[in-house]
């Protein structure tokens, strides 16, 4: 395992965030009380806000990893060399933490810590981030 921290304006030096994010798949993992949960995404973005770099996730209130983000204030976005990680994760994107607490362990894959958060040690990019919004209660809506 070897990481090197990056600046977040050099992500994108790294991995193409839209064809990582949008054709490949990444890990949305966080902790709380010392119990690490993750699960698979294919959405979100990269980007900035008021001149700082972020990123954007969504979790359903169904999923078990959003009482984790709920309770955590950060939270960790692993990406992976996807053909070689793609079985991992889909199995750990259809199986829940819920039903299944050691499906990290089960799926393959190595977690640790860098500087308090979770991680893969199989992981090529893994964006570091701490929540500082949170939106509630969006409903979809499509207008034609």
Not at 99 to 109: S, V
Request: net charge positive; glycine share 6%.
């Amino acid at each position: 395992m070897n990481f090197k921290k990056i600046d977040v304006n050099d992500v994108a030096k790294k991995i193409d965030p839209v064809e990582m994010v949008q054709n490949n798949w990444y890990l949305i993992t966080v902790e709380d009380d010392s119990v690490a949960n993750t699960l698979t995404a294919a959405w979100g973005g990269l980007g900035n806000l008021c001149w700082k770099g972020t990123a954007t996730v969504s979790i359903r209130p169904q999923r078990h990893t959003k009482k984790f983000m709920d309770a955590s204030g950060c939270f960790t976005m692993t990406f992976f060399d996807f053909d070689k990680y793609k079985p991992a994760l889909s199995y750990l994107g259809s199986h829940s933490g819920a039903d299944e607490p050691n499906k990290i362990e089960n799926a393959g894959l190595h977690l640790t810590h860098v500087d308090g958060q979770s991680i893969f040690e199989e992981g090529k990019c893994v964006p570091a981030c701490k929540t500082i919004i949170k939106v509630r209660n969006v409903r979809r809506t499509l207008e034609r």
